[in-house]
C-alpha cells in the first residue's frame, strides 16, 4: 500500500515545519497550505487520505475551510487550536472534523490521533477497503458495510467513518444504552475523559442526517443521565 499524504494547513509556518517533519519521520506522505482558500483547492485536486487543520487562518479560517470540504469529502480531518474551552471543541466538531487537537501540543500525541483516524478510515470507510455484504438492519434503517452508507427508507445517505462506527456499535446491539464514555472508548479507541460535549456532536450529526424531526428522533435516542440507545419506533 503505497505511503498515506496526509495536508497540514496552518498560517503558523514554524508550526508547519515541525508537524510536516514529524510526520514524515513517520513515513507519511505531506503537503501543506497556509490558509483555508489553499487547503480546499488542495483537499480537493490532491485527494489527501487526512487533512490536519488549524482554526485561526486568513483567506477562509479552519471551521468555514472544514465545512466546505465536508460538503463533498469523507476525507479525516484533526482540528487545531490555541483554544481549550469547551465551545470551541464543540464549534470544530459541528463543523464536521473528526478529533481536535489543542496547541501546544506532542508530538506523539499528534501522531497517535493520526493513526487512529487513518486506522478508522481504512476500516470503516477509506476507499482502500474492500467492499462487504453484511448490513444492519433496524426497522427502516440499514447500515451498509459495503458502501459505509447510512440506508433510510430506501434512500442512501452519506456518512463519515466516526459517524458510521458510532451507527455500528449502537445498531448493532438495538435496545442496549451505551454511554458516552463507552462510545468514545468503542470508537476512538482511546480512553474516555471529559468526552461527553465529543460525543453529543457526533449524535447530533447523526441526528441530522437520519431523523425526520432531530428535535424528536424515532431512532437515536437519549436516556437521561445514562447515555444513548437505539431502537425501532
Not at 51 to 69: E, F, H, K, Y
Not at 173 to 192: F, K, L, T
Not at 201 to 211: D, M, N
Amino acid at each position: 500500500m503505497d505511503a498515506y499524504r496526509i495536508l497540514v494547513v496552518d498560517d503558523d509556518l514554524s508550526i508547519v515545519n515541525i508537524i510536516e517533519t514529524a510526520l514524515k519521520q513517520a513515513g507519511y506522505g505531506v503537503l501543506t497550505a497556509n490558509d483555508g482558500e489553499s487547503a480546499c483547492h488542495l483537499a480537493a485536486t490532491a485527494r489527501p487520505d487526512l487533512i490536519i487543520m488549524d482554526v485561526m487562518m486568513p483567506r477562509c479560517n479552519g471551521i468555514l475551510a472544514t465545512m466546505q470540504i465536508r460538503q463533498s469529502q469523507n476525507v479525516p480531518i484533526l482540528m487545531l487550536s490555541a483554544k481549550a474551552e469547551g465551545s470551541d471543541r464543540v464549534l470544530g466538531l459541528e463543523a464536521g472534523a473528526d478529533d481536535y487537537l489543542v496547541k501546544p501540543f506532542y508530538q506523539q500525541e499528534l501522531l497517535a490521533r493520526v493513526k487512529a483516524l487513518l486506522r478508522r478510515y481504512d476500516h470503516l470507510g477509506s476507499i482502500r477497503e474492500t467492499a462487504s455484504k453484511d448490513h444492519i438492519r433496524v426497522g427502516q434503517v440499514v447500515l451498509n458495510t459495503a458502501t459505509k452508507q447510512l440506508e433510510l427508507r430506501g434512500e442512501a445517505v452519506r456518512l463519515t467513518a466516526t459517524e458510521f462506527k458510532i451507527l455500528q456499535v449502537l445498531m448493532s446491539n438495538p435496545g442496549r444504552v451505551y454511554s458516552a464514555e463507552e462510545i468514545y472508548e468503542r470508537v476512538w479507541q482511546a480512553d474516555a475523559y471529559s468526552v461527553e460535549n465529543t460525543v453529543m456532536v457526533h449524535i447530533s450529526r447523526i441526528r441530522e442526517k437520519l431523523e425526520l424531526n432531530p428535535k424528536k428522533p424515532e431512532y437515536l435516542k437519549v436516556v437521561w443521565g445514562i447515555g444513548y440507545v437505539f431502537e425501532a419506533p
